[in-house]
């Protein structure tokens, strides 16, 4: 029987490892709790064994378990490298002479091509929300931003009012890693802006005077899965097909800039990737759709 000074033993290995993780990588919250969420699966599955007394034969069992289950390839991908880091971080701490996870193999990963919006219906997108209404002038603001800039929905919903320069026309965003990036925002998503901030903001804001810039109807930070029902909303008002979610609005972005002569590298700074190979999928988006246009258009495809 497990005694209630291993599990507070397992619970601080795992909290230990997370915050080593956050301190050298500066992984985002939500990935930090995706391997916290892995590892303690991981180790009810191993149970009672715990995961610093795991062998590679447990290891290996439990991917043939999540194999089975049919998880995910992406995931299984995600909790390898995440049990990779563990066993590492783990023999640094003195806690075990020898990695369990060290011939582990990751799972083939398909190029999954993002879905990507035309430019119409973008506009369609764009124009769904009731301006006529406070909150709709802040959707409409924070739809036209994440079109403009590529934005993740994280970095928009935690943007504060100090972090746009409306003179420059420019967004600083800290993303990934905490790294920091200025963005562009253009003309039109600077006008959307500038009035939602004159003629909604003061109203969502008045009762909390926080720094937020789009502030729930509360006035405090909204939730992402507050504004990614928003966009479920207003694409089934546009009369969207398409899936649509808050990255949908950035794949459009980083293809249409691309499609219209984008500098491959210029994309990659805007979107904030660490690695261009990231960026790169986007000129494949940009093959398939003349490929499709070929298709359907020349005489003799």
């Known amino acids: 029987m497990t005694n209630t000074s291993q599990i507070d033993q397992r619970s601080t ?25 892995d590892l303690v699966l991981l180790e009810q599955w191993l149970s009672p064994k715990n995961l610093l007394s795991a062998t590679r034969a447990d290891l290996g069992d439990y991917l043939g378990h999540r194999h089975k289950k049919r998880y995910q390839a992406s995931s299984t991908a995600r909790l390898i490298s995440c049990m990779r880091g563990f066993y590492r971080f783990a023999m640094k701490q003195g806690l075990l002479i020898s990695d369990p996870s060290e011939d582990l193999e990751h799972p083939k990963l398909g190029r999954k091509l993002p879905v990507i919006l035309s430019e119409s219906d973008v506009d369609a997108l764009l124009m769904a929300p009731d301006t006529n ?32 320069n409306m003179r420059q026309g420019v967004v600083r965003v800290v993303g990934k890693g905490s790294k920091e990036r200025l963005v562009p925002m253009g003309e039109e998503c600077s006008y959307q802006l500038a009035t939602y901030m004159s003629e909604a903001r003061p109203e969502l804001n008045k009762k909390h005077l926080g720094d937020v810039l789009f502030p729930s109807r509360r006035g405090v ?14 694409a089934l008002k ?64």
């Open 13 to 37: 290995i795992i909290d230990q490892f997370v915050d080593d993780l956050w301190l050298q990588r500066g992984l985002s919250k939500n990935t930090l709790s995706a391997y916290t969420q």
């Open 133 to 164: 209404t406070v909150l709709g002038l802040r959707d409409k603001a924070m739809l036209e931003l994440l079109y403009a800039t590529g934005l993740r929905i994280t970095e928009l919903i935690t943007l504060g009012i100090n972090s746009v």
């Open 221 to 234: 930070q909204m939730t992402r899965q507050t504004f990614w029902h928003a966009i479920k909303r207003y």
């Open 238 to 301: 546009a009369e969207i097909s398409t899936k649509v979610s808050p990255h949908t609005l950035r794949h459009a972005f980083a293809t249409h800039l691309l499609n219209n002569g984008a500098d491959l590298r210029a994309v990659q700074l805007m979107l904030g990737h660490a690695d261009l190979s990231t960026t790169q999928i986007y000129t494949h988006v940009a093959q398939a759709r003349l490929k499709e246009l070929h298709s359907a258009h020349h005489p003799r495809a």
